[in-house]
Every structure is written in structure tokens, then in C-alpha cells.
């Protein structure tokens, strides 16, 4: 394989790669011309075919990126860390730390040790239940009031205090960091995740053939059966801010990363219907228990401080980015979707 000269960062290392947002990083990227290297585990399933149509430098596995890091640091741009376990049901403790707590810990020492520029994700489910509100407040007081509802969420609020605790005590950090608290993000690329892919992946084969999808009924009076509200955000805005911290690299801190705007899962799936071009016929099934001691009722995305910081591209509204999902993506069942 052909290296650039030394010195030339004009690498982008996106860990997660293969997986949902840091697939479509990758082809965004490498689209544009940039030098893309993808660490992740392929498995044994269909999680290949997220990247089987970007031309990519490389291709390495998670445990051999400290290495890559050592060796390559001089060539990478920057590292887009978006690998993890992002189950929000995912109860082992000691897993969640080994591959989300350890390898963001780590990634960020290399980065300031080696002078590269770092992105990672972080989440909207820092906020738990939503009584704090969803401010992307750098505070330690204010990060300390935070009470996630999982473990998935804990292990991206952990990093999160970490970092801002380094940033104010002087301790080294790389030139340029951020951490995007992704709200609820669907797209392209997300049908290998099982349980945990959007509903519009989910409901979307139903709808289209015009039969009545299911969703969750309210267990909170405030709320009427569909009416549980959050912050859907199309994949894509994703990518467009992740190309905007590359292309202002004075921007650094935590950033929520979504519409500003709760729409309903009643919203959703109408937005699905029309995109199908059928009626729309929804039921209502109970919650299970399991679910309803850790269910968020509201999640919107407080984005003035991304907005302060210079990012000026209007985000997606759900019925386009549905729209666009369903009929690129979705319709015909083709791959990138799947």
C-alpha cells in the first residue's frame, strides 16, 4: 500500500466503521477524497455490506488500533471515534468498560500525546430521564447532576466529565476535540442492529404493504398513546456536522447533536406511511415492564451552543428525512438500508 510522505495528515481513522453512523462517516468521507481507514469487527453477518461500496485505505480491527495510532499517528487528520456498544439494553457492566469506557479513555491519550484531532460520540442518553433538561452545559456541577438511565449512557457521560475535567485542570488534550451527544438518529445502514435500529427500519415493510404498524402506549399521563416525544435526527446530519468540526478545527467542547425540535412516534410513523404512500393505520400495544422504569418520555435537543459555535446548515425535518430514508434506502429493500 502506497503511504503518504511524512508529516501529510490527510488520514481519517473512523472506528465503528462498519456500523450504523460510522459507515455512513466513512462514505462521506472517502467520497470527498479523503484517505479513510475503518476499524471494526465484521462478524459473522450482513454488517460488511455498510462498506462494501467505499473505496477505503484500510481496513483494521478494533484491538489493533492503539498500534495503528503509534505507527501511522504522523498520517491521520484526524479520528472519528464512533465504536462502541450502543445498545441502551446491554447490562454487563464490565463489558460496557471494556469496550466503551477503555478504548475513548485511551484514544484521547494517544490523541494528545501525538497532536491528532479527535471526535467522538457521545450521547442525548447522558440526560436520562430528562429533568435536568438537555443542555449541553461543560459544568462540572452541571455534569454532575446528570443521572443516566443505563449503562450505555453512564459509559459516554463518563468520558464526557473526564475530558472537560482534563481540559479544565491543563492536563494534555488533543489540538482539537468534541464529543456530539447524538439524539435519535435513523438512516442508512442501521439494519444490522437488531432490537435496537430505528422504529422507521422497523415498521416501515408493514406500512408499506398498508397494514396497521404497533406502537407503545403511554404508561404517563401526560402523555396519549404515540404521543412519547423525541428528537428523531437523520444520519446525515450527523456526517455534515462531524465535516463541519474537520473544517473549524478552533470548535472544541461537548455539542448535542440534533433537530432541536421533539417530534411524536405518531408523527414518525405517518411520516412513514406517506413515504410509502399508503393510509396511515397505527395500534397500540403495552409497554413492557422491563421498559417502563427507564423510559424517556421527552428528549430535545438544546442546540444553540453548536449554533454559537458557527454551525449554520439547517437540520432535516423528520418527514424529509424519512422521505429521503424510505425512498433511497428503504424501497426495494436495497443494501445501504438493510
Not at 459507515?23 to 475503518?38: D, I, K, P, Q, T
Request: charged content about 25%; glycine content about 12%.
Amino acid at each position: 500500500m502506497t503511504r503518504s510522505a511524512p508529516g501529510t495528515r490527510d488520514t481519517l481513522l473512523v472506528t465503528g466503521g462498519a456500523g450504523f453512523i460510522g459507515s455512513n462517516m466513512a462514505r462521506a468521507f472517502a467520497g470527498e477524497g479523503r484517505r479513510v481507514v475503518v476499524a471494526d469487527w465484521l462478524e459473522d453477518g450482513p454488517k460488511w455490506r455498510n462498506i462494501a461500496d467505499i473505496a477505503l485505505d484500510d481496513v483494521i480491527r478494533p484491538e489493533a488500533v492503539a498500534g495503528f495510532v503509534e505507527r501511522e499517528g504522523g498520517r491521520l487528520g484526524g479520528i472519528i471515534h464512533m465504536g462502541a456498544i450502543s445498545a441502551t439494553t446491554e447490562r454487563d457492566g464490565d463489558k460496557i468498560i471494556a469496550r466503551n469506557v477503555r478504548p475513548t479513555l485511551d484514544l484521547w491519550e494517544q490523541c494528545a500525546r501525538k497532536g491528532i484531532r479527535y471526535i467522538y460520540a457521545s450521547s442525548g442518553a447522558t440526560y436520562g430521564d430528562g429533568t435536568q433538561g438537555f443542555d449541553d452545559d461543560e459544568g462540572q456541577g452541571a455534569l454532575a447532576r446528570l443521572a443516566p438511565l443505563n449503562a450505555y449512557g453512564w459509559s459516554k457521560l463518563m468520558a464526557d466529565r473526564r475530558f472537560v475535567a482534563d481540559v479544565a485542570a491543563g492536563r494534555p488534550r488533543p489540538p482539537q476535540w468534541a464529543g456530539l451527544r447524538f439524539f435519535n438518529v435513523y438512516g442508512p445502514g442501521e439494519g444490522h442492529k437488531g432490537d435496537m435500529r430505528s422504529v422507521i427500519h422497523k415498521i416501515y415493510p408493514t406500512a408499506a404493504k398498508g397494514e396497521a404498524v404497533t406502537l407503545f402506549k403511554s404508561h404517563h399521563p401526560g402523555y396519549a398513546d404515540g404521543g412519547q416525544l423525541r428528537d428523531f435526527l437523520y444520519v446525515k446530519d450527523c456526517v455534515n456536522v462531524a465535516r463541519w468540526l474537520l473544517e473549524t478545527p478552533d470548535a472544541s467542547g461537548i455539542f448535542n447533536v440534533g433537530t432541536g425540535q421533539a417530534r411524536s412516534f405518531a408523527d414518525l410513523a405517518r411520516a412513514v406511511f406517506a413515504a410509502a404512500g399508503q393510509a396511515p393505520r397505527i395500534d397500540y400495544v403495552d409497554m413492557p415492564e422491563t421498559l417502563r422504569g427507564a423510559y424517556q418520555y421527552f428528549t430535545q435537543a438544546n442546540v444553540a451552543k453548536l449554533r454559537a459555535a458557527g454551525y449554520a446548515t439547517p437540520f432535516t425535518s423528520l418527514e424529509d428525512g424519512v422521505s429521503d430514508y424510505v425512498t433511497r434506502y428503504l424501497r426495494g429493500n436495497n443494501a445501504a438500508g438493510a
